[in-house]
């Protein structure tokens, strides 16, 4: 790899390609952060002769496993189960796990290299990692969802601990499935650790954590908002997605004055012109949770909204988008409309939602544009905090956890801001929150040599 130097973003990425081919969403997400990181080491020597960003873009780990399970009609299914373990350099390994068809080894390593720096952006001392299996839980009955996470459980729980590497929920991964991977682990081991996060509060969770991400991604938006003299009250808002963190986002826009017109799933999307209020998305947290339903009731019930079949929400006009359904979920083309429309500001609460045409739109814009790394890190620092909460064996309150995770999310969005502001007065928070990330994790693995 000597010859493959991060000194030229073609060469450095020609390298990553070769040696992970196929990988698309990995290589995107890699140049992504490289393309920011390669010009601004260029004149400090020591991460370059250190090839500190080529041993970022290796992960430390893969670990891959078969994961067998009955389903209720006795038939043996077989999936595959991931854990990337991709840098610890600032602390344990931490990041969620998706269970998805989609899951691919891809995908998986793409979202444990972001983890990485939205960890460190954090301030708080996480390493990161990802996991998750192709597994759908989407029309399992309770008890097949159960034989999976035991039968996923059984295998992960060796490369899993409170002091080496702690997984959360993601896509298909909420409270129910982390309490069945909870109880698992529990009973191998026989230990009760702060293993997991986004645990219930009866066994170690933490009060805010559902809320996290969404209410971080609103307190970034307003953060952002705000170095225009601007804020959420009065604006349009679409939003895509209707899970845990598109509803918690969607709640606190409401709270802030805001009024969100649509929410989506993999099915298509509703738009509501009255605005879904806090009582509308209490009906689609308790439609996609407890009813495991689709958006589209929505519409059947609402009168005045429409469902828009297969279609994604982007061509609504709208003063600001937050994408928090999935990956690549804005192209270059949604990025057009949305600014064509007068969108000024983009909130990323799902993971890489816009590909790197879309965000290079939103940049030579000048658009407000808040990437996933530092805008839906409320998730992840919730986690860090439930994490302490169960070194301690304490629960903290819920009023000093709001407080914790405003005061985190203005101490991500002043991080990425000063590294990313431009002498016009611009701030590029992508360029921002990659070098600010890289940046501790780099200093890390300087001090530890050659590992
Ligand atoms: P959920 O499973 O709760 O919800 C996911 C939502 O996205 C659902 O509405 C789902 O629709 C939709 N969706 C999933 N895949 C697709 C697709 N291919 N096309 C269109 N819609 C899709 O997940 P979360 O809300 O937890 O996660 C959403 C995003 O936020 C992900 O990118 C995740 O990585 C990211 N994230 C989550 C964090 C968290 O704390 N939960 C933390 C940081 C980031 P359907 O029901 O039809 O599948």
């Known amino acids: 790899m000597c010859a493959k130097r991060a000194t030229n973003l073609d060469t450095f990425m020609n390298g990553v390609i070769e040696r992970n081919a196929g990988e698309t969403e990995f290589h995107q997400a890699v140049r992504e952060v490289a393309a920011d990181v390669i010009p ?32 209720d009609n006795h038939n043996i299914r077989v999936n595959r189960g991931y854990r990337i373990q991709n840098n610890n350099a600032i602390g344990p ?54 034989r999976f996470c035991q039968s996923f459980m059984t295998e992960l729980y060796r490369h899993v601990g409170a002091d080496t590497d702690v997984p959360a929920g993601d896509i298909g991964v909420g409270g129910r499935e982390i309490g069945y991977m909870f109880g698992q682990y529990k009973r191998i081991t026989n230990q009760f650790t702060g293993v997991l996060t986004g645990k219930g509060l009866e066994y170690g969770g933490s009060e805010m954590r559902p809320e996290a991400t969404g209410y971080g991604a609103s307190y970034f938006l307003e953060d952002m908002l705000h170095t225009r003299g601007d804020a959420i009250e009065g604006k349009k808002v679409v939003i895509s997605g209707s899970g845990n963190v598109a509803t918690f986002a969607a709640e606190k826009i409401n709270h802030r004055g805001g009024t969100v017109i649509t929410l989506s799933d993999s099915s298509g999307f509703v738009h509501d012109p009255d605005g879904i209020d806090i009582e509308k998305v209490a009906w689609i947290k308790e439609l996609k949770t407890a009813r495991r339903g689709r958006i589209k009731e929505y519409a059947d019930h609402f009168p005045g909204a429409e469902f828009h079949e297969g279609k994604r929400p982007w061509h609504v006009p709208c003063d600001i988008a937050m994408p928090c359904a999935t990956q690549n979920e804005i192209s270059e083309d949604d990025a057009r409309s949305l600014l064509s429309n007068g969108c000024t500001a983009v909130s990323e609460g799902a993971n890489m939602p816009t590909d790197i045409a879309g965000i290079n739109l939103f940049l030579d814009a000048k658009i407000l544009f808040g990437p996933a790394k530092a805008a839906n890190a409320g998730g992840v620092a919730m986690s860090g905090l439930e994490m302490s909460q169960n070194s301690e064996r304490r629960s903290w309150g819920q009023e000093q956890l709001r407080e914790l995770l405003r005061s985190t999310m203005d101490g991500i969005h002043k991080r990425a801001y000063e590294a990313g502001v431009e002498a016009d007065g611009y ?12 940046k501790k994790v780099a200093d890390a693995m300087l001090a530890f040599g050659v590992v």
């Open 427 to 438: 701030c590029n928070y992508v360029r921002g929150a990659n070098i600010a990330g890289f």
């Open 40 to 71: 601004w080491i260029q004149d400090k020597p020591e991460y370059i002769e250190a090839q500190v960003l080529e041993r970022m873009a290796e992960p430390d780990r893969i670990v891959s496993f078969r994961v067998c399970w009955e389903d």
């Open 93 to 146: 390994y931490k990041g969620g796990l998706r269970f998805h068809p989609s899951v691919t080894q891809s995908i998986l390593k793409f979202l444990a290299f972001e983890q990485t720096f939205k960890n460190s952006l954090t301030g708080l001392p996480m390493g990161g990692g990802k996991g998750g299996a192709d597994f759908n839980p989407k029309g399992k009955s309770n008890s097949e969802v159960m």
